[in-house]
């Protein structure tokens, strides 16, 4: 009777106890469904926000970069032109970047015609989903709350969305290198050869978007592995050579294949000294862009000191174009006599630069850059501290401290380029932009751990280096803006979280601490937020080359549409019936707009802008017996676009005649009709007088100089 009644009480228990436990594991899983739908909640709202900004006032862009458009335009018409990437229908020249990310916009283009939403639509989703992506690596490794951060952030960050609502395929590359953070990550903790290669290989990819600008976090990324894999010191270094030797043959793959094609059956490789993508590379788009060398005419270098090395055939050749492919300044960046927040923009020793300021260890933190990229670099600086002071430093790495290596190698790699580089666009600082939200969401994160064993430090840290944040924010926006109408709510949200986390340490109260924290976020990303909502709002300022909002009105923002002559046009349409080429000019900036009004072929002689030694007066000559080209607009001058070269001058000028009505004097090289954008203006000069009144003109080779 006993036994049974134990054996019947020890049934009873075992009931209760299997019903407890499934109670547990319900609440728990109860618990981790409403925190799973939270979490899907937040980074949903978060992208939303972010497709937001991107996929606004689009219209205001109209063709956005038209020299990039026009090759889209040109890539449709022949897989030659779109192998090669060719500038203009006529396969003259190639675009001065490698093929990747135009491809995607061909492809976009192919679907959706050629227009502006069509090239912009890869750079908008490649944007977009680059969100989500840094969500995911930081939050595998972090968590949740670092993770939201982080995409937040970057959802937010100025020059990102300026970029990424561009067609300057700079998007599509960050997206690349950040799928090729995640395969490094693997590779780091698995140790598995094939996550190397994928890494590698996207890298590759990336050099086929943007060249040697793909390079900039492989620092990190090797240091990463090497540093933080558990294998031997040997494996790991026999397994970096090899993904040296992948990434190597992908890179150059493209470029190899073409120079080895002859130059007589393939475009002129624009931007280059020597009609070679391999210079290309070492040449326009990599030294020069640290040294701030340029190429004067005849593809000729400048010096540092901005002296020509042919003689200065071409005045002020080696300076970037003043005016953008739409014949339209360069969104107030191409050297204007004043930076858009009224300071000066300077260009030290004569090196060329589109509103960069001058070289120094505080680049990044003063005008004019400070306002595209560095609105959280003091929180990112103090993430940093944190990660490298936070856990006892061995060998292998921990996990914070890769985190460490590879978000702050990254960041740091690029900013010390930035930093005392001579040649590039304020664009190109969105390379900046994943690696700082990563650090500024993981710098959260480690406060809120740390908060838990020493809340009084965790408190003192988060809320000095808020106060450090705003204040380094305001005094960027101040520079620009003389009314920063938000500052009532900057400072309600750091009084809120400051009182917040001294309550959350005196009580311990975790409501108080989840308060300060939501409001220290709010107060160091309400300031960004506004800025990017103000550079999509003006969004006209930075149609060619992108740039954060540079001041000015807020408001209705005017489309620029094609700058062509439509005299001129329609001249040119009735005349060239059966001629193959509509006309030849000096440079992209004077044709691009007639390539995307006609989807004709239009003869860049100097390439991009006027540098290029794509035709000699010979190869003119050729052409006008064959009976492909009859038209050439081109400025006889010694200071007009393509006045560099005298012996195409000189061959012009005697062999073709001037068309009465279509001779124009103007103060804007920029204009494609040879006419000011604006009849009534002063016209645009530069401030050193380089670009003065010329005269521009369009000559018949069908009719001699004599005869007309």
């Known amino acids: 009777m006993y036994g049974f009644a134990y054996g019947r009480v020890q049934r009873m228990n075992s009931i209760v106890q299997k019903n407890t436990t499934f109670s547990v594991r319900k609440n728990l899983l109860l618990q981790a469904s409403r925190e799973r739908l939270w979490e899907l909640t937040a980074i949903t709202v978060i992208i939303l926000l972010a497709a937001g900004l991107r996929f606004s006032n689009l219209d205001a862009l109209g063709y956005v970069n038209h020299y990039y458009t026009a090759g889209v335009e040109s890539m449709l018409q022949s897989w030659h032109n779109f192998f090669f990437v060719a500038a203009e229908p006529g396969g003259s020249v190639t675009i001065d970047k490698p093929p990747v990310g135009l491809w995607l916009q061909v492809i976009s283009a192919y679907f959706f015609g050629v227009n502006g939403f069509s090239v912009l639509?890869?750079?908008?989703?490649?944007?977009?989903?680059?969100?989500?992506?840094?969500?995911?690596?930081?939050r595998r490794s972090f968590g949740i709350l670092p993770g939201l951060v982080a995409a937040l952030a970057l959802a937010i960050t100025p020059i990102v969305v300026a970029t990424d609502r561009n067609n300057t395929i700079d998007s599509t590359l960050i997206l690349t290198l950040l799928l090729a953070t995640w395969a490094f990550i693997k590779a780091t903790e698995t140790g598995k050869l094939r996550f190397l290669f994928l890494g590698v290989a996207l890298v590759g990819i990336g050099f086929n978007i943007k060249m040697l600008q793909a390079y900039l976090p492989l620092p990190a990324f090797y240091a990463l592995y090497f540093l933080g894999s558990s294998e031997t010191f040997w494996r790991k270094a026999g397994k970096l050579v090899l993904a040296t030797v992948l990434l190597l043959t992908i890179s150059l793959s493209w470029a190899i294949a073409v120079d080895l094609t002859p130059a007589d059956q393939r475009p002129y490789v624009g931007s280059s000294s020597n009609n070679s993508e391999l210079d290309l590379i070492v040449g326009y788009n990599g030294a020069q862009r640290l040294l701030g060398m340029f190429r004067g005419g005849n593809g000729n270098l400048r010096d540092g000191a901005g002296n020509?090395?042919?003689?200065?055939?071409?005045?002020?050749?080696?300076?970037?174009?003043?005016?953008?492919?739409?014949?339209s300044p360069q969104d107030g960046n191409a050297f204007p006599p004043n930076g858009g927040d009224g300071t000066n923009v300077t260009r030290p020793n004569g090196r060329g630069g589109f509103n960069i300021g001058q070289p120094g260890a505080l680049r990044l933190f003063i005008a004019p850059l400070n306002k595209e990229v560095s609105w959280l670099l003091p929180l990112g600086l103090v993430s940093a501290i944190l990660l490298a002071a936070g856990t006892r430093w061995r060998w292998q790495l921990s996990s914070k401290h890769q985190a460490l290596v590879l978000w702050g190698g990254w960041l740091i790699t690029c900013?010390?380029?930035?930093?005392?580089?001579?040649?590039?666009?304020?664009?190109?600082?969105?390379?900046?932009?994943?690696?700082?939200?990563?650090?500024?969401?993981?710098?959260?994160?480690?406060?809120?751990?740390?908060?838990?064993?020493?809340?009084?430090?965790?408190?003192?840290?988060?809320?000095?280096?808020?106060?450090?944040?705003?204040?380094?924010?305001?005094?960027?926006?101040?520079?620009?803006?003389?009314?920063?109408?938000?500052?009532?709510?900057?400072?309600?949200?750091?009084?809120?979280?400051?009182?917040?986390l001294s309550v959350?340490?005196?009580?311990?109260?975790?409501?108080?601490?989840?308060?300060?924290?939501?409001?220290?976020?709010?107060?160091?990303?309400?300031?960004?937020?506004?800025?990017?909502?103000?550079?999509?709002?003006?969004?006209?300022?930075?149609?060619?080359?992108?740039?954060?909002?540079?001041?000015?009105?807020?408001?209705?923002?005017?489309?620029?549409?094609?700058?062509?002559?439509?005299?001129?046009?329609?001249?040119?349409?009735?005349?060239?019936?059966?001629?193959?080429?509509?006309?030849?000019v000096p440079s992209s900036m004077q044709g691009a707009d007639y390539v995307l009004a006609t989807g004709r072929p239009v003869l860049y002689m100097g390439g991009f802008n006027g540098q290029d030694d794509v035709v000699s007066k010979e190869d003119l000559a050729q052409l006008v017996a064959d009976g492909e080209l009859r038209y050439i607009y081109w400025s006889a001058n010694?200071?007009?676009?393509?006045?560099g070269d005298a012996e195409l001058s000189t061959w012009i000028t005697s062999s073709c005649g001037v068309v009465a009505g279509f001779d124009t004097t103007t103060q804007n090289q920029g204009a494609p009709d040879g006419t000011r954008i604006d009849q009534n203006s002063a016209g645009q000069t530069m401030d050193d007088g380089r670009f003065r009144n010329m005269q521009v003109t369009l000559y018949d080779c069908a009719v001699s100089s004599r005869s007309s």
């Open 308 to 327: 020509s090395q042919n003689n200065g055939q071409l005045p002020g050749a080696g300076n970037p174009p003043a005016f953008g492919p739409d014949g």
């Open 415 to 500: 900013a010390v380029f930035f930093s005392i580089a001579g040649f590039f666009h304020e664009y190109y600082l969105s390379m900046l932009g994943a690696p700082l939200a990563a650090l500024v969401g993981i710098g959260f994160g480690e406060l809120w751990d740390l908060h838990k064993e020493r809340p009084v430090l965790s408190a003192s840290a988060l809320g000095i280096a808020a106060v450090a944040t705003v204040t380094f924010q305001i005094y960027t926006a101040n520079a620009v803006l003389q009314n920063i109408w938000w500052l009532p709510g900057i400072v309600f949200f750091i009084i809120l979280g400051l009182t917040a």
């Open 638 to 643: 010694d200071r007009g676009p393509g006045a």
């Open 504 to 584: 959350s340490v005196a009580k311990k109260n975790t409501f108080a601490l989840k308060t300060g924290f939501v409001s220290i976020i709010a107060a160091v990303l309400l300031t960004p937020g506004i800025w990017s909502v103000y550079t999509v709002l003006s969004s006209s300022q930075n149609q060619s080359l992108p740039s954060s909002y540079s001041g000015g009105e807020i408001g209705p923002v005017v489309q620029r549409g094609l700058q062509i002559n439509a005299a001129l046009l329609d001249y040119l349409q009735t005349n060239t019936i059966n001629t193959r080429y509509l006309m030849a």
């Open 121 to 138: 639509l890869p750079e908008l989703l490649a944007g977009t989903i680059s969100i989500g992506v840094l969500y995911h690596l930081v």
